[in-house]
């Protein structure tokens, strides 16, 4: 295929297999939440989410299809990344957990170095 095209990719690729395994699967798994029109996503295991998020965006097709699916990729961890307390805070309400807390998480500090990482390929890379 297109070697421009490829290193997007190959860059989206390189940056997601270096995030903790917990963000990753918890893109997945919201990804697929997102866009999905196929309700059997919606309890997806974390190695089917893993699986199904690799096949998605290393599947060969057209130029166009592979640029528009990793479009829909970065729009949606956008969202994610943007919006990740609301999401978290929504996800607490249905379960009934407080989202008030008097002690900052690590996963937080975690969280911000992912989407730190994520604004850094975007501005790099996938714009």
């Not at 903790?20 to 866009?35: A, G, K, W, Y």
């Not at 999905?36 to 919606?42: E, H, I, M, P, R």
């Not at 599947?59 to 609301?86: Q, W, Y």
Request: hydrophobic share 45%; charged share 20%; glycine share 4%.
């Amino acid at each position: 295929m297109n070697s421009r095209l490829d290193n997007p990719t190959a860059a989206f690729l390189s940056w997601f297999a270096t995030i903790p395994m917990l963000h990753r699967q918890s893109l997945e798994r919201l990804f697929f939440l997102f866009t999905t029109t196929n309700s059997a996503d919606f309890s997806l295991s974390p190695a089917g989410a893993l699986e199904r998020f690799n096949h998605y965006i290393t599947a060969p097709d057209f130029t166009l299809r592979r640029i528009a699916r990793l479009v829909m990729i970065c729009s949606v961890f956008d969202l994610i990344m943007d919006n990740r307390e609301r999401i978290e805070n929504a996800g607490n309400e249905l379960t009934g957990v407080s989202g008030t807390r008097n002690v900052l998480a690590l996963s937080d500090r975690q969280w911000e170095k992912t989407v730190g990482s994520w604004q850094s390929l975007r501005g790099r890379v996938l714009s």
